[in-house]
């Protein structure tokens, strides 16, 4: 892959291409093409000669046959042009020639070549129109100096009819040939643009899962650390070894959480699959976020009611993402002390989940460290379920962040607690104070 991250086209695909460009090539463009076309009238002017010297002893041109013969080859150099003017040329040359009653015989090869470019480039009602002024005015021509010979001329019309349906069938061909090439080149081009848009939305899928990882675990041993090294410097004197223990290990347990997801995430890179070894996260998370938060100083309280049924892995990874990133966001910004009510519950009306995050600080600030991607990454979860989400200012002070994500249910809820399932009573309240 480019260093652009573009992706280039396989050899397969450029072969496509060539074969495509060299098959809908217009013949009227052939590569040194008045050279070729000289040398086949050459061809077809020697041919004419024996024709008119070997076939007909009776009819053996004169002098200004000879001239006419010759003159109705000249315009085959031209063919490619414009082939009907070439056709229409030939024919007021050839019927002076016939008119004269030269070797009847003679004009055949050109003949044979201007109607065979003709039906080869045109449409075929153009070629039959052609085929019949040519028949037309061969056997008029002929018929009105001898009579014989113009039923002998129309006898053998056949061959005429055969080149052009040789020079139509041609045609035909061809453009089926085009058809296979340009189905199997758009086939191949549809095959890399799905998969350049796979690897563009799993790139997007491991940053988001990164994000939201480190992010949350970074934050919130950033919180403990700086509680724990509070109490070592606010009082030396007075110093609590059990407040300073127990910082200690909130900050071991959250990076023994941040490695199990780590290692969870690295096995579906590995398995190259969303599913991975491990179990995705679902709603049955949530205290441990809560608790996490609560390390950091926050009082949340967390309030889940039980979808009917059990929601798919995707629509619970989503939501345990949303709270994870609203309550870092929350923790980030706001600082030690905000209350944050989490909510999650049905959405009355619709069969969705609503999943709501409010918090009475600031919320975050813009230009505080740059710009982020917790929000863009909370709505690009949503939308991968078929769901929305909002974030802004609460109207009274603080900040919210409300998403609705289809249930998606695949099948009834189990007993054993697996799955994102509450418990029995419907409802789950956890309510937790800083320390």
Known sequence: MPEDGSVSAPRSTRRSERVLAVVNRDPMDAPHKMRTDALVAGGAGALSVVLALLTDDGRVPDALGWVLLVASVVPLVWRRRNPVLVLLAMVLILMPYHGFDNAHSGPMPQTFIVLYTVAVTGRPLRTILSGAVVLAAMVSVVSSIDAHQGLELLRISGWIIAVLFFGVDVRFYRQYVASMVERAERAERTREEEAARRVAEERLRIARDLHDLLAHSITVIGVQTSVASHILTVDPDRLDREAVARSLDDIAETCREARAELRTTLQVLRAGSADGDGPLPDLAGLPGLVRAAETAGARVDLSVTAPPGRLAPATGAAAYRIVQESLTNAVRHAGPGVR???????????????????????????????????????????????????????????????????????GPARADGGGATAPADGDMAVRGTAP
């Not at 069969?351 to 917790?374: N, Q, S």
């Not at 078929?386 to 974030?391: H, K, M, P, Q």
């Open 340 to 410: 944050i009510t989490v909510a999650v519950a049905p959405e009355p009306g619709g069969p969705a989940l609503r999943v709501t995050v409010t918090d009475d600080g600031a919320g975050p600030r813009k230009g505080a460290a740059g710009p982020g991607f917790g929000i863009v990454g909370m709505r690009e979860r949503a939308r991968s379920t078929g769901g929305t989400l909002s974030a802004g200012p609460r109207p009274g002070g603080g900040f919210e962040v409300a998403a609705v994500l289809p249930f998606q249910e695949t």
